[in-house]
């Protein structure tokens, strides 16, 4: 059954019956809206997609089956503080974050598509960033959701569970701090945020339910391990020096994430180990993906011709 079953086409809450009019007068109508149009439009698209996604058990489940893997890692291996956590979670959750999104947002606009609920909205004045991000916004608050209350239980259980540590970077009262785990929740935000973005461009091309799997497999393949394979490679083949490694780990999500993670939410405490991505080439590498995952999805959505 699709996940769309049971949904109101309509993005401005108008359940009447249209005739479909023409592309270009859909295109001029959604022009000559108010800003005021534009957000209540996207809020009654966001509004769609969330309640999409309340009601999609499949989701649930996804939600449930991270949430225990992220809780019992750390449980298994002794709460010893909460930077000892971050530490813990930072490389199952480069993995793990965004196969969540992907689960997420996959199929936001190839429902959509599919279902033929896609050209029923185009026919109403809703231009197709308003429908993006209305669609991304939606979707956003559950992936948050789903990503982030696992670290909110974990957090209030570190003051019951913590244990003894001899590691150095804990040894002291004032090291270990709230603010290490607050600092990595926001970075795990913004990561989820970007994957999900990528799915959603994803989404939009493709044309079938098998190539839609097909691909967030391939770009998640390519977002977690594959960018930065090929840094590894360049460096072997001294394509890359020590002087620009930095600079090309960030160019990937999941080494953005990382070098964030080790520069920023552990304060620094953390020095050893392989090198990491250049704080500001991870910013920028964040918001590129970010950018070129929104924007694909709307060209992908309203593709000429339609799908």
Request: proline fraction near 6%; glycine fraction near 10%.
């Amino acid at each position: 059954m699709s996940e769309r079953a049971g949904t109101e086409p309509s993005p401005d809450g108008d359940a009447a019956e249209r005739d479909t009019p023409d592309r270009d007068a859909v295109d001029r109508g959604a022009a000559g809206r108010t800003p005021r149009d534009r957000v209540r439009a996207l809020r009654a698209v966001a509004q769609r997609e969330f309640d999409t996604v309340v009601r999609t058990r499949a989701y649930l489940a996804l939600a449930v089956a991270y949430a225990f893997v992220v809780v019992a890692l750390p449980l298994a291996s002794g709460v010893g503080g909460f930077l000892p956590l971050v530490l813990d979670l930072s490389t199952p959750v480069e993995v793990l974050v965004p196969l969540v999104a992907f689960g997420f947002g996959t199929w936001s606009v190839l429902a959509d598509a599919q279902s033929g609920e896609l050209e029923v909205i185009r026919t109403y004045p809703v231009d197709r960033w308003t429908y993006v991000l209305g669609t991304f916004a939606g979707r956003a608050v559950g992936v948050l959701a789903a990503v982030l209350a696992p670290f909110v239980a974990l957090g209030l259980s570190v003051p019951f569970l913590r244990e003894p540590s001899t590691a150095v970077f804990v040894s002291h009262a004032t090291v270990d701090s709230p603010t290490f785990l607050a600092r990595f929740v926001a970075l795990t935000a913004a990561y989820a945020l970007v994957a999900l973005a990528l799915a959603m461009a994803v989404s939009s091309l493709a044309r079938s339910r098998r190539a839609g799997v097909a691909a967030a497999a391939l770009v998640a393949l390519v977002a977690v391990v594959g960018v930065d394979a090929l840094v590894v490679l360049g460096l072997v083949q001294g394509v890359l020096s020590a002087d620009t490694l930095g600079v090309a780990l960030g160019l990937s999500p999941t080494g953005a994430f990382r070098g964030l993670v080790l520069s920023t939410a552990t304060g620094g405490v953390v020095s050893t180990g392989p090198p990491a991505a250049n704080v500001a080439a991870s910013v920028v590498g964040f918001v590129g993906w970010f950018a070129v995952g929104l924007t694909v999805a709307a060209l992908g959505a309203w593709s000429p011709g339609g799908r």
